[in-house]
């Protein structure tokens, strides 16, 4: 009968284990979500590849753009306090700037540079059903601005970005990573609204520019920020037509990154998401 009894117990001592086994734990089912998203958590440059951009200074011009980008597996922390979390996202992009330049009625030159930098995110979810809904319950609430910037030299730095429109007469933002918007609520500008967007940065000689989204080849365009001096660089956007979420990335670029033969890229982006009004 102790035999019996003893065996029993073992018996149901494994299926307690092996059940627990199974089960997915807050963290990784937060993990699940955010390794199987396709919105909020891939912020990086790779849309850029698709274009590219000329720009001139004095006696030289310069077409450039962002080859193909490969990624490492990104770094995530999940902080969980109750039914409320708090994550961070982070993950390296690598890959080549390409550069050709021309000088008066010199031939045109390639210039070949290392691409490496780092974009981080940073996200709220909160539980809101119970661990036996699916998820457990878990879903995005919030999302921040996403902030890159370059691995190697990373001198140049965006330090606020102001944006002025119908919809928003005089929005600032300065702290991207700390600037939270809810995933149902995000910044919103109609259709072809116009919006001025103006970086301070510390470089004064540097280049900046709006990376966006269109209906028409090459779909994704990269506009050039006017040079108002002082670090300080403005441009005039229209938002799209299609009412769905999406990032605007501004990034600026040391003078020495574009118009050097140096191996040197510069580079400090914001990626900020909105929405477009139906």
Known sequence: M????????????????????????????IE?????????FNANTTVDSTSTSSSASRDTTIVWWR????????????????????????????????????WDTLPWVLWTKQLSETAQICATFLRTG??????????????????????????????SLRIESLSYPDLVIDDPLNTFYRVDSLLTFTSGESVTLTLYTNVIDGHAFLHSFILAWP?????????????????TWNAQIIAVPRFA??????????????????????????????
């Not at 019996?4 to 089912?29: F, Q, R, S, W």
């Not at 990104?74 to 902080?79: A, F, V």
């Open 219 to 235: 779909y994704y365009v990269r506009l050039p920020f006017t040079n108002l001096e002082e670090g300080v660089y403005q441009g």
């Open 67 to 102: 080859g193909v980008q490969t990624h490492n597996d990104p770094t995530i922390e999940i902080n969980i306090v109750g039914d409320s979390a708090w994550v961070s996202w982070q993950r390296s992009n690598y890959g080549h700037l390409y550069s050709l330049a021309k």
């Open 130 to 159: 119970t661990t036996s809904d699916e998820n457990r319950g878990w879903q995005i609430h919030s999302i921040s601005l996403a902030y890159g910037e370059s691995d190697s030299v990373n001198t140049v730095r965006v330090d």
């Open 2 to 29: 102790i035999k019996k009894l003893c065996a029993i117990g073992i018996t149901l001592l494994l299926m307690v284990v092996l059940t627990g086994c199974g089960e997915e734990t807050d963290e990784e089912v």
């Open 32 to 40: 699940s979500l955010i390794m199987s998203d396709t919105i909020w």
């Open 249 to 278: 990335i501004f990034d600026v670029l040391s003078n020495s990154t574009l118009y050097t033969s140096e191996d040197i890229y510069d580079f400090n982006g914001w990626l900020l998401p909105y929405t477009i009004s139906e």
